[in-house]
């Protein structure tokens, strides 16, 4: 048996689930999903419902103690340590120990690269592409995205990147600079003017701020609790211009053609930030950010 905790929203989530999956398959024993973190965590739920996830919630008497243990967890941490079976992320560069873990290993970090489930990656692109239908409007959408010759999703993240101050060092909100020199490397490989499909947190600054080569369209009708159905959507498109947030990287991934052109930032954290090399997929482009 696996054991991922998980923590964050939608994108997060789903590098934690891949991550532990294929784990879980090379081991040929069942995932469990420790979400006890949402308990206390007003801000975040647990968001991989919509999936056809191989998976199930665990319960309290199977999971490992945490912190509301006490005294009791902290003799379990240092005894799952010493045994090397909590294995916690050390930084946000690629760890291969990870992929040498075995039966009883409890995963507990963001895990940000395909390198850790990049040979099972078909069965998790099919496991994290969404089961629930899409909803009238998306429908439509969808529709309209595949019948675009060449349609671009582009994601555009703001939200705490800006409004909090902690953030601002760690994050690096991208300017309307990367999106103007990303797209123009889109549309020299392309030789042509793509639609561009513009997802983001921030809608109204989107549309006024991002200028792009080609028509532009700012889809704002999915709020936070339908992300999942944003995210079908950006998966649809045929490239993708992504920012440096977990979500736009799925959103990119889950698009499953051989022939994609993605677009990612060359810088991906503020300075006080991480190593993120490999967090890029060789095969997608950078553009400066």
Known sequence: MIFARLRGRLGNQMFQYAVARAVALRNGVELVLDARDFIDDPKHEYALGDFPVAARIGRDGELPPDRRAGLRYAWWKFRAIRDGRLCRERGTAFEPRVLALGDGAILHGYWQSERYFE????????ELTPRTPPSAANADWLARIRESPAAVSVHVRRGDYVSQAKNRDLF????????AAAAQELCERLGGTPDFYVFSDAPDW???EIRLPGPKTVLRHNDGAAAFEDLR???ACRHHIIANSSFSWWGAWLDPSPDKIVVAPGRWFGERGGDASDIVPESWILADA
């Open 206 to 208: 989107a549309e006024s």
């Open 233 to 235: 959507l950006m998966a």
């Open 172 to 179: 690096l909100a991208l300017a309307p600079s990367y999106y």
């Open 119 to 126: 040979d099972h990656a078909d069965t998790i692109r099919a």
